[in-house]
């Protein structure tokens, strides 16, 4: 993880906008992600009271963090304090997006990331909620544009709005 945590420093020295950044360490994550192993078989296993998230390495501008998802587990719909860059190394994360209307949130986009899949992301229009579809225990790979060892935690906001359809074209 050495190799990956200096191309992550490198890539966060150029300080370009949030957006490129994520999309720049999502680049480095396709070319050298860490595998399963990175965890104990423990750690592997997860929980049975929900996912865990784990920070596996942290400074100043950016985390590392691994994220272990039985079947069937999935987060609250919610935002994100800086940019993320994941990778999915077992399992599907199913992503639910949402805009935020105020009094409301309009479901704005779904997608599945199956193992191998790799993105990034950056606030604004970060709204989303992300369960494992599969039959398995998933496993993700984040690196996030904070501190996490600082800031406690990568989620900005959690929403508890209602949830309306799209309005039809």
């Known amino acids: 993880m050495d190799k990956l945590i200096r191309g ?3 890539v966060v020295a150029e300080r370009l906008d949030p957006r490129h950044t994520a999309f720049a360490v999502a ?6 992600m860490p595998g399963p192993d990175l965890l104990t078989p423990e750690e592997r296993r997860g929980s049975p009271d929900g996912y865990v998230s784990t920070v596996r390495h942290a400074e100043k501008d950016f985390s590392i963090v691994t994220v272990v998802w039985r079947p069937g587990h999935e987060t609250v719909i919610h935002d994100h304090v800086a940019w993320c860059a994941f990778g999915v190394l077992s399992g599907n994360e199913h992503e639910t997006l ?4 105020g009094d409301h949130l309009v479901e704005i986009g ?4 199956p193992p191998g899949d790799v993105s990034g992301f950056a606030p604004p229009g970060d709204i989303h909620k992300v369960r494992n ?3 398995e225990i998933g496993i993700s790979f984040h690196v996030y544009g904070a501190d996490l060892s600082a800031v406690g935690t990568s989620v900005r906001r959690v929403y508890d709005l209602p949830v309306l359809a799209p309005s039809p074209a």
């Open 98 to 101: 949402y805009r935020d209307m």
């Open 8 to 10: 992550i420093r490198a």
């Open 110 to 113: 779904r997608a599945d990331n």
């Open 27 to 32: 680049d480095l994550l396709r070319a050298d």
């Open 133 to 135: 579809t599969s039959d």
